[in-house]
């Protein structure tokens, strides 16, 4: 795409819109296989590629999945209340010393 720097809006001589020089949008034709899905509205075409496409998906499917596993958590909460809650500091400083060797 090349953008005509002597016809960009508030440039002297501006008809008050920027020109992009080649095909117009409704002749430019996606790149060959990299767009799955072209949207059109107003003359504009938006190509996804399949990536994106595969990237929406997950994203939204990582969206649905709560954040917080409630049955877990109810488990600990129980376990404190009624005391056999049992901390493990040598597990806790292992752990911590295998994340900090990953730094």
């Known amino acids: 795409m090349v953008i005509d720097p002597n016809n960009i809006i508030g440039?002297?001589?501006s008809t008050g819109r920027s020109r992009v020089?080649?095909?117009s949008a409704q002749?430019?034709?996606p790149a060959s296989g990299a767009a799955a899905k072209v949207v059109e509205k107003s003359g504009d075409?938006?190509?996804l590629?399949?990536?994106a496409?595969?990237?929406?998906?997950l994203e939204s499917s990582v969206?649905?999945?709560?954040d917080v596993d409630s049955a877990?958590?109810?488990?600990?909460r129980s376990a404190i209340s009624n005391g056999s809650y049992k901390i493990d500091a040598d597990a806790i400083a292992g752990a911590l010393l295998d994340q900090d060797g990953q730094f």
């Open 11 to 13: 440039g002297s001589g």
């Open 53 to 57: 496409q595969t990237l929406a998906r």
């Open 49 to 51: 590629s399949s990536q």
């Open 21 to 23: 020089s080649g095909a």
């Open 72 to 76: 877990k958590v109810n488990s600990v």
């Open 45 to 47: 075409n938006v190509s």
């Open 63 to 66: 969206a649905s999945v709560g």
């Open 27 to 29: 002749e430019r034709k």
